[in-house]
């Protein structure tokens, strides 16, 4: 596609309850980043690929947030038993190789836990 | 990687310029100073990256005295739509995570 694509846009669940958000990079790129990004912050790094494989996950917050990205294609990140303190919004991004290479960000997905 | 500071926000009118300096004391050799910019639900975009002295685009300028310890984002002639929040970031160029400050909120009226 022409640029990452995430979806749902938003999402409400009510605590406990477990959620996928989805992301689909720009086709070809090799390296996948999430991040989430809290109200009047900035984005903070959660987890990296490349390819199918994760080779860094030192950003999430518990092991409650799982990321996988099986086809070195799109990403899923899942997030299991929300709390409210996981309200935000998760971006993802993609660049065309690891390296210093420009990220490309989605619109990312807004997180709304009750 | 180095810690960044750069003011919390800045009022501008349209056609000025507006220029956004972020402090990086702690800059290392192999840094590179990189700014990106975010839109209301939207996720950041690149705008500039640069290692010392001056560098430009289409959309900005970026100047970086010789001690590097801090740089200025040049935005020529804003319009309303250059509202947004602009980040520095300061890491080594083959770095595969981007870290993010708090970024400058900048607001510009017609």
């Known amino acids: 596609g022409a640029g990452v694509s995430q979806s749902p846009r938003y999402k409400v669940a009510k605590r406990g309850q477990d959620v996928a958000l989805r992301c689909d990079p720009i086709?070809?790129?090799?390296?996948l980043f999430w991040y989430q990004q809290a109200l009047g912050q900035g984005p903070e790094f959660l987890t990296y690929f490349q390819n199918e494989a994760q080779l860094d996950k030192s950003g999430l917050p518990s092991d409650r947030f799982f990321a996988e990205r099986p086809e070195g294609s799109v990403s899923t990140l899942k997030i299991q038993r929300t709390q409210q303190e996981d309200s935000a919004v998760y971006l993802c991004?993609?660049?065309?190789?690891?390296?210093?290479?420009?990220?490309?960000f989605g619109p990312g997905t807004r997180l709304l836990v009750l | 990687l180095a810690k960044t500071t750069q003011p919390i926000s800045m009022d501008s009118y349209e056609g000025q310029e507006v220029n956004i300096t972020c402090s990086h004391n702690n800059i290392a050799t192999n840094d590179y100073i990189t700014w990106y910019q975010q839109f209301p639900s939207q996720g950041p975009r690149f705008i500039i990256q640069?290692?010392?002295t001056k560098v430009t685009n289409e959309v900005a300028s970026l100047f970086i005295p010789a001690d590097r310890k801090s740089s200025t984002l040049s935005l020529p002639r804003v319009s309303l739509s250059d509202t947004a929040v602009y980040y520095c970031?300061?890491?080594?160029?083959?770095?595969?995570?981007?870290?993010f400050g708090t970024g400058t909120r900048l607001q510009v009226f017609p």
């Open positions: 086709s070809g790129h090799v390296s």
């Open positions: 970031l300061v890491g080594v160029y083959n770095t595969d995570k981007l870290i």
């Open positions: 640069g290692y010392k």
């Open positions: 991004a993609s660049s065309r190789d690891r390296g210093g290479e420009t990220q490309y």
